[in-house]
């Protein structure tokens, strides 16, 4: 699975931006799929996570509330929708793809990574 991230940008602070990962092949709706951030200098974390059929999500402290991750299958693409935006939000955000059941919080439980997108957000 190739996974391809875009809809980064510069937004000011309470701004809004959406981003969306899509996937090359039709199995994706096999996956269960996760957004990371890494900030400059910092690890990556986990933002978010949605299950294969979607019906299930769960999403870090951070961004509950302002983040929602949603998925259409039929387009073999996820997406994260981001309210509320805050200068800590600025990072380089990843998605990746988990074929497993289980853990899902940790960057060794996904086997597919995409390249990430560019979110910075000025106060």
């Known amino acids: 699975v190739q996974l391809q991230a875009s809809g980064g940008g510069l937004v000011q602070a309470g701004g809004s931006l959406r981003l969306s990962c899509e996937a090359s092949l039709h199995t994706f709706a096999n996956n269960a799929v996760g957004w990371f951030r890494q900030p400059q200098g910092r690890d990556r974390e986990f933002v978010a996570v949605?299950?294969?059929?979607?019906?299930?999500?769960y999403y870090s402290n951070s961004v509950k509330g302002r983040f929602t991750i949603s998925r259409d299958n039929a387009k073999d693409t996820v997406y994260l929708q981001m309210n509320v935006l805050k200068p800590e939000d600025t990072a380089v955000y990843y998605c990746?793809?988990?074929?497993?059941?289980?853990?899902?919080?940790?960057?060794?439980?996904?086997?597919?990574w995409g390249r990430g997108t560019l979110v910075t957000v000025s106060s």
């Open positions: 949605i299950s294969r059929s979607g019906d299930s999500t």
């Open positions: 990746a793809a988990n074929p497993r059941t289980g853990s899902f919080l940790y960057t060794s439980d996904y086997d597919y």
